[in-house]
């Protein structure tokens, strides 16, 4: 019972690790870089839902602030890509690498000083509300989350696969320059995936304020343990970066349980890096070598 | 523009292209040896901090810069090299010996760190040298014994031959240890750059399969760069650890890392020169802001002090605009003042023109 | 006696059988040349003899070595050089350097030996500076030793990857589409180089190429592969008018 009560709440951690994850995977399918900036997007986002929905501030219903937090922080990372990013559009990933840190350092200076340093948590309808299930007691928060992520992923699934943008995506994704040849504007193509993964990282934010307090330094390591995620996942797939998550949300759990403290903090990261020292190229690899 | 004539292949391996050059290095380091002399000892120890990042950046440097691996690590093998300087020490070994055996020992571990991570290449190999450098943060709680767990480890004096070198008690001293071992170690990466060794180092950052075609070992290429820029950055650590005088989990936190990578791409990728440029502003900055707090409070009465955390701003927006307008750094930037100067008044607009092209994947190595 | 022979040699993807069961002798001293539609295997091979593939099955033996298990990083060493068919230049260095890693191979200090300057260390590098020079002449690169390749035209690249395959001091060079991209007067210096190389270096050449003129200028044997699979094997002339070989590349039942 124990193990199933921990299992559940490790998935539900897990599932905002996924989310972000999934946020770092749309952003990397697209145009092969990877945001560093991720976890600060999620930071952000759970700031924005604060402002929105807490009562002392905004005042809105949770689900109506929810939507605006998305929006929000969807048309800054649009705004991001359009304004900040495309201009080194082209360049190496390692400039992408560089770029995203440094924009995560500004997210969090601008959080600090709009919202403060001192944690701050989601006032939610369901804050606190408990399900007794058999001997399990559930807290509602962790079972929304889990809804609202499988819902989320399945909305993106249909979207990759079966509309026009999200196959334009697929594409420019494969092979920038053929995909422009085919008629796909590329450029605007990676500034609609930025907002999109906007939307994803607010939601995942706005979950994990529902869960516990924010500030503005959470995203860094919050952003590292999705990166985890991602890499377990192999970057390329969205499925695999949700899996990722899970895994890490689980054994989070079970390593803070069971394990001597100190080393549970390890866990996640010892996972990632056994995982990428005998699967380079992550559980879900499309790892292939290079023509000559 | 003044034209160098060569007469023997001589004149390309030397360090300095000619006397002119080498005067000018010759200057700049009776400067820097006058130094203590010149300024206050407050300045002098924010001088002696920015030749730890020197080093530090170097070390970096043979690593991102040169050999094209990116790591987001590098704090964790600084670290490394502080905790074991100082446990060398405290078993009775003199400064002399513990340095270079912690260099050794941070290299050797780097190096056998890299053998598996180094399988993977760009973003992958980024990520698993991030995830290491938040590990050591807990290790170095747990490895309690080797690294006074929460508590830290003070540093002991430094002892060479009866003249004690201590930060704070013989600051000039102190200056002089850092200035010699920064010479030592440009010297090294300068003769490495002019080597077969340091080509192939170039060749496996270009091209990883030509290389093999033409005889690298790729994966020993890698693993030495690494171990190699592990060791500097090891010797960085140690004199850290001496500089702030006590270590604990906290003194090398992934911040450290990544202000360690962003120092080698404001000064400029590919270039000793690079690592200089990069030290200089990441040491000097918080000074700069400080001065420019007073100046604004006293000018026009504005308290930014009133906005935490406005230095890592001030330098996210300095490498945001570092990537956009000038790739190659403080360094690039130089070499085109210098061309423009040079060719007065003949430069022309375009000369340094990026092309722009679409990505190519990196996805296959 | 034969430098390179190649046996039975296959390797397959997948289901894809991109080389199957291909055999071949290259006699030394002599150019040989691969021809074959695209996708037939061409580069395949080169990449085989390279090690940078495992082949399924088959065996490469060089002078008398069997080199089938060899590490992809020994294969200069043992006197065999290539170039590449999209030009894999290291862009961020000059002419020289990018020759002088062609060398590498010859080099004896160690890396501490490096890092020190030590006598060793000079003396290679006056060596390798002395044979990369007479290449650069052999090759007509002086006007170019000290530029970035990042700057350079198309095929004067073309060239510099030769020179620095020439750099490693092969017996056997692999020049893989040498012509393609070059307008007719460097393919007709690429046919002179390429007979110099014979000639003057003694070297033995084996090479994919498309271009048929240069093909039948300076090629002493053709062989013709289609579909991973060898189809004849002959002079210039003879695999040319050869029907099968007609077929394969127009495609027309003969």
């Known amino acids: 019972m124990d193990a199933l009560q921990l299992l559940i709440g490790g998935v539900a951690n897990g599932c905002i690790y996924g989310l972000v994850a999934l946020g770092f995977v749309l952003i990397y399918k697209a145009s092969e870089a990877v945001n560093f900036a991720q976890g600060d997007m999620l930071m952000f986002g759970a700031f924005l839902g604060i402002a929105f929905i807490n009562e002392d501030r905004g005042d809105l219903p949770f689900l109506l602030g929810l939507v605006a937090a998305s929006l929000c922080l969807g048309l800054i990372a649009y705004a991001l890509d359009r304004f900040v990013l495309r201009a080194i559009f082209g360049q190496p990933q390692f400039a992408m690498v560089v770029l995203t840190i440094a924009l995560g350092f500004v997210l969090r200076f601008v959080a600090g000083t709009i919202w403060g340093y001192d944690p701050v948590s989601l006032e939610t309808p369901f804050a606190g509300e408990i399900l007794s299930l058999g001997g399990l007691t559930l807290a509602v928060a962790d079972l929304l989350i889990i809804l609202a992520t499988c819902g989320l992923t399945f909305v993106l699934w249909l979207f990759f696969g079966r509309t026009r943008l999200g196959v334009a995506m697929q594409a420019s994704s494969q092979n920038q320059m053929a995909a422009y040849y085919m008629g796909i504007p590329v450029k605007r193509v990676n500034s609609i995936v930025w907002g999109l993964s906007g939307v994803v990282s607010a939601i995942a934010g706005v979950l994990f304020a529902a869960k516990g307090a924010v500030e503005p330094s959470v995203g860094l390591l919050f952003g590292i343990k999705a990166f985890a995620a991602a890499v377990i996942g192999g970057f390329g797939s969205l499925p695999g970066a949700l899996l990722g998550g899970l895994l890490i949300g689980v054994i989070e759990q079970f390593a803070a349980r069971y394990a001597p403290s100190g080393y549970s903090q390890i866990a996640p990261y010892a996972l990632m890096l056994l995982v990428l020292i005998l699967r380079p190229g992550g559980l879900f690899a499309q790892i292939a070598q290079k023509k000559v | ?365 | 006696m034969s430098l390179l022979s190649v046996t039975d040699l296959a390797i397959h993807f997948g289901g894809v059988k991109a080389v199957d069961g291909v055999s071949f002798d290259v006699q030394a001293g002599e150019v040989f040349t691969i021809v074959g539609p695209n996708g037939a295997g061409k580069s395949t091979i080169f990449n085989l003899i390279s090690r940078f593939y495992q082949p399924t099955h088959g065996k490469i033996v060089f002078d008398g070595e069997d080199i089938t298990a060899t590490p992809a990083h020994h294969i200069a060493e043992l006197g065999i050089a290539r170039t590449f068919q999209n030009i894999e230049l290291f862009d961020h260095s000059t002419v020289l350097q990018n020759l002088l890693v062609g060398a590498h191979t010859k080099r004896k200090a160690t890396w501490v030996e490096d890092v020190l300057h030590l006598p060793r260390t000079r003396s290679n590098e006056r060596e390798a500076r002395r044979a990369v020079e007479e290449i650069i002449d052999f090759l007509d690169l002086a006007a170019y030793r000290d530029k970035m390749i990042a700057g350079l035209p198309y095929g004067v690249r073309k060239v510099v990857e030769i020179a620095r395959a020439l750099a490693c001091e092969p017996r056997l060079i692999l020049l893989d589409e040498p012509a393609s991209g070059l307008s007719v007067e460097e393919t007709n210096d690429m046919a002179f180089w390429i007979e110099d190389m014979k000639k003057d270096l003694g070297l033995t050449v084996l090479m994919v190429e498309h271009d048929m003129s240069l093909v039948s200028a300076v090629s002493d044997r053709v062989l013709a592969v289609v579909e991973g699979k060898p189809l004849a094997l002959g002079t210039s002339a003879e695999v040319q008018s050869d029907p099968r070989v007609i077929e394969a590349y127009l495609g027309t039942a003969a």
């Not at chain 2, 130094?35 to 002098?44: H, K, N």
């Not at chain 2, 980024?126 to 938040?134: F, G, Q, R, V, W």
């Open chain 2, 1 to 365: 523009m003044r034209v160098h004539f060569k007469r023997s292949y001589d004149e390309d391996i030397r360090l300095f292209e000619d006397w002119r050059r080498m005067a000018k290095y010759a200057v700049l380091l009776a400067i820097m040896i006058a130094l203590p002399a010149l300024v206050s000892g407050y300045f002098l120890g924010e001088v002696t901090l920015v030749l730890i990042y020197c080093i530090a950046g170097m070390g970096l440097m043979v690593l991102a810069g040169h050999t094209g691996q990116i790591s987001l690590g590098h704090a964790a093998f600084m670290a490394i090299g502080a905790f074991s300087n100082l446990w060398f020490m405290d078993q009775g070994m003199p400064f002399l010996i513990a340095l270079p055996l912690s260099a050794i020992f941070t290299g050797v571990v780097g190096a056998i760190v890299a053998l598996p991570i180094l399988r993977l290449s760009g973003i992958y190999l980024a990520i698993a040298t991030l995830a290491l450098s938040i590990i050591v943060e807990d290790i170095a709680i747990i490895a309690e014994p080797y690294t006074g767990g929460v508590v830290g480890v003070f540093a002991p004096p430094i002892e060479f031959f009866g003249t004690m070198v201590d930060r704070y008690g013989t600051p000039n001293l102190f200056y002089w240890m850092c200035l010699a071992l920064v010479v030592l170690v440009t010297l090294g990466y300068a003769n490495l750059l002019r080597s077969a060794t340091g080509r192939s180092f170039l060749a496996v950052r270009d091209s990883e399969v030509s290389a093999r075609a033409l005889g690298v070992n790729v994966t020993r290429t890698k693993a030495l760069a690494f171990g190699l820029s592990c060791g500097v950055t090891g010797i960085a650590g140690a004199l850290y650890a001496h500089f702030v005088q006590v270590v604990n989990y906290e003194s090398f936190l992934v911040l450290l890392s990544i202000n360690l990578l962003l120092l080698v791409v404001i000064g400029g990728l590919g270039s000793i020169h690079g690592a200089f440029f990069g030290a200089i502003v990441v040491g000097l900055l918080p000074q700069g802001l400080s001065i420019l707090r007073d100046f604004l409070q006293g000018t026009v009465g504005l308290d930014i002090s009133a906005y935490p955390g406005l230095d890592t701003m001030v330098f996210a927006v300095i490498i945001i605009g570092m990537v956009i307008y000038e790739p190659l750094g403080l360094y690039g930037f130089y070499m085109k003042v210098k061309t423009q100067w040079q060719l007065f008044p003949l430069a022309r607009r375009d000369m340094f023109r990026r092309s722009k092209s679409y990505l190519k994947t990196e996805r296959l190595r």
